[in-house]
């Protein structure tokens, strides 16, 4: 089974100045939910999620955040990842964001990066060997290979990799990184993120042959 560890979402848009009036703005809508960073550079805003254990209000272990600055907003996430996307909570803040900066919904230009993991039942190192390498062939010192594939459909395109995950053995990398052809309004957001996580776990599942 597919897990996916992280995605970060990037809206491309014209925000304009992120002042000091539209900080405090932004930042009591999200009262509660998120708390923003202090001393962040002049047209600039970080918020995190204040669950998260930080060691000081500078220093914030980025698990789920959001970044905007005069042209873009963009969301982080890497706990409960498959749960916040399905939730449709990035097109929610999003649209409270956009509302209070008095910024129209369409039109927006979008950049996905997913991270994932998936079980190798076994080695991901030595099953890439069985599953990448055609034909039998062998190199004594290759202990793992990876692949990288480059996508374009009708509606985005990007790259897709996967490889033996170092840190965890047992399990597959794969990250994702696409960009969408054509500008869509927030309300298509969702439905979208969706879909190119979905075309993730195929391209995964036929590459693993499962």
Do not use: H, Q, W
Not at 107 to 131: H, Q, R, W
Not at 141 to 161: S, T
Request: hydrophobic share 40%.
């Amino acid at each position: 089974m597919i897990e996916l560890n992280g995605i970060n979402v990037k809206l491309t848009k014209d925000i304009g100045e992120i002042n000091t009036k539209r900080k405090e703005a932004i930042t009591n809508i999200l009262e509660g939910r998120f708390e923003k960073i202090a001393d962040t550079p002049d047209n600039f805003l970080i918020l995190y999620d204040p669950a998260e254990e930080k060691e000081s209000s500078n220093n914030v272990a980025m698990r789920n955040g959001i970044a905007i600055d005069d042209d873009s907003l963009s969301f982080f996430i890497s706990e409960n990842v498959n749960e916040k996307l399905e939730s449709g909570i990035i097109t929610e803040i999003a649209d409270m964001i956009f509302d209070t900066l008095l910024v129209e919904k369409n039109n927006l230009e979008i950049v996905t990066d997913f991270v994932a993991s998936y079980s190798a039942k076994g080695s991901s190192f030595e099953k890439s060997l069985e599953l990448f390498c055609p034909n039998g062939i062998s190199f004594p010192d290759v202990k793992g290979m990876g692949l990288r594939f480059f996508v374009d459909n009708e509606k985005y395109y990007g790259e897709y990799k996967i490889e033996p995950y170092v840190n965890t053995p047992e399990n597959f990398f794969i990250n994702e990184e696409v960009m969408l052809k054509n500008k869509i309004p927030l309300t298509e957001l969702n439905e979208y993120l969706v879909e190119v996580k979905n075309d993730i776990v195929s391209r995964t599942r036929l590459l693993l042959s499962e």
